[in-house]
């Protein structure tokens, strides 16, 4: 039995990657930064405030400094005025940690430079312990690695004193970064324990808060950006993705057609065996041009009905002085008038509050001229809700 063998790639075939190399190509792309979905006038902004705020620590610290041996700016607070200026929201740049970790970090570092002769393990000591110290206390600020980190290299420098200078220095950042922040319409300190208004079961999206924090008890890792913030930032996705969804559908195209409709003079008797045939729970009443008057609705066949049930004797005397109240035999005697009704182009969001509030239960749909056209139930607004949902 002859066989032949597989052809070799000519010069413009390529040969597929293998599956080491699809992992190399994977593991490479998890280095490729992600876009700084940011305008130019808010970049324009955050250099401009890094710029002033280090610049006006900087004469403070000079001022401070100057006639002294102690370091008169610590190049940490470089790092710190990014975050204060870039992320002003973050929990990592709100002034407790700021102040707090940048100083707490320093003594650290100071503590593991006088008590630990080896320097490699005073490095990693100093830096470690400081953010243990910094977790504990619920101001961890990056910076404030390296604040003990300068401590531990620098230890004539960093001495127990300088840590007045030092303090002083940080406390002039926040404060630059609150005014800048402030004058540029940034929120600055950012609340990290509001209390967000809790949303209408309409809007409150595909989760509950319960539903985060059992997601962030899963991750496990410090984020930066607040609880809070962040539950406000997914219920505004997921109203988005509702209003992307939803926000585009109009009347026309979930109302039930053709529409069963009578006139005001139509025998109650008519009407009622209509709504039996066809197992409706409501007729618009129109015009001879179509425009709808009024509604009949099944409800109102029901309370004409209890006019005769379970009457007192205290009513029937009252029957036999007064007389009966005249029972209406036609439907313009029965009829809800006027009647809510909505334009055909008109969005589906809008019968949102219509139905879930008002306590209408169906709604006549016209076209420009006023001339009905389609109704629309709870139950069509139902079905279109249930579609939304579930291509979100």
């Known amino acids: 039995m002859l066989?032949?063998?597989?052809?070799?790639?000519?010069?413009?075939?390529?040969?597929?990657?293998?599956?080491?190399?699809?992992?190399?190509?994977?593991?490479?792309?998890?280095?490729?930064?992600?876009?700084?979905?940011?305008?130019?006038?808010?970049r324009l902004r955050m250099v401009s405030g890094i710029v002033l705020s280090v610049a006006v620590v900087a004469v403070f610290a000079h001022w401070l400094?100057?006639?002294?041996?102690?370091?008169?700016?610590?190049?940490?607070?470089?790092?710190?005025?990014?975050l204060i200026i870039s992320l002003p929201s973050s929990p990592l740049a709100q002034p407790w940690?700021?102040?707090?970790?940048?100083?707490?970090?320093?003594?650290?570092?100071v503590a593991c430079a006088a008590l630990v002769p080896n320097l490699p393990l005073a490095c990693g000591l100093g830096v470690g312990l400081a953010v243990m110290l910094m977790l504990a206390l619920r101001c961890l600020h990056p910076p404030g690695g390296?604040?003990?980190?300068?401590?531990?290299?620098?230890?004539?420098?960093?001495?127990?004193?300088?840590?007045v200078p030092v303090s002083f220095n940080v406390l002039v950042l926040v404060l630059a970064g609150m005014a800048f922040n402030h004058?540029?319409?940034?929120?600055?300190?950012?609340?990290?324990?509001?209390?967000?208004?809790?949303?209408k079961d309409s809007d409150s999206g595909a989760f509950t808060s319960a539903d985060l924090d059992a997601a962030l008890s899963h991750y496990n890792q410090v984020l930066d950006v607040s609880r809070n913030d962040l539950e406000g930032l997914l219920h505004l996705a997921g109203k988005a993705a509702?209003?992307?969804?939803?926000?585009?559908?109009r009347c026309r195209q979930i109302m039930s057609m053709p529409v069963h409709a009578v006139a005001a003079n139509t025998p109650l008797q008519e009407a009622w065996a209509l709504m039996r045939k066809h197992a409706i729970k409501a007729l618009p009443v129109v015009d001879a041009q179509r425009v709808v008057v009024g509604i009949v609705t099944m409800a109102d066949f029901m309370r004409l009905a209890?006019?005769?049930v379970h009457e007192g004797m205290g009513q029937r005397l009252r029957s036999l002085i007064?007389?009966?109240?005249?029972?209406?035999?036609?439907?313009?005697?029965?009829?809800?008038?006027?009647?809510?009704?909505?334009?055909?182009?008109?969005?589906?969001?809008?019968?949102?509050?219509?139905?879930?509030e008002a306590g209408h239960h169906h709604i006549p749909v016209v076209d420009e001229a006023r001339q009905l056209v389609g109704i629309i139930t709870q139950s069509d607004l139902v079905k279109a809700l249930a579609a939304a949902v579930a291509r979100s």
């Open 183 to 199: 004058l540029t319409g940034r929120g600055y300190p950012h609340a990290q324990l509001r209390k967000l208004t809790q949303p």
């Open 306 to 308: 209890n006019l005769e």
């Open 65 to 82: 400094g100057a006639a002294s041996p102690m370091p008169w700016m610590m190049a940490s607070l470089g790092s710190s005025a990014v």
């Open 322 to 356: 007064m007389g009966r109240p005249k029972r209406p035999d036609q439907v313009q005697g029965l009829m809800s008038s006027p009647v809510l009704q909505v334009q055909a182009d008109q969005h589906v969001m809008d019968l949102v509050p219509l139905f879930s």
């Open 242 to 249: 509702f209003q992307r969804t939803l926000g585009g559908l």
């Open 3 to 42: 066989t032949t063998p597989n052809p070799s790639p000519g010069p413009h075939e390529a040969e597929a990657p293998g599956p080491l190399t699809r992992r190399a190509l994977a593991w490479l792309r998890l280095f490729m930064p992600a876009r700084v979905r940011i305008n130019q006038r808010e």
């Open 97 to 109: 940690p700021v102040l707090a970790g940048s100083a707490l970090s320093y003594l650290v570092g």
């Open 146 to 163: 390296a604040m003990a980190l300068f401590a531990v290299l620098h230890p004539q420098e960093a001495t127990l004193m300088a840590v």
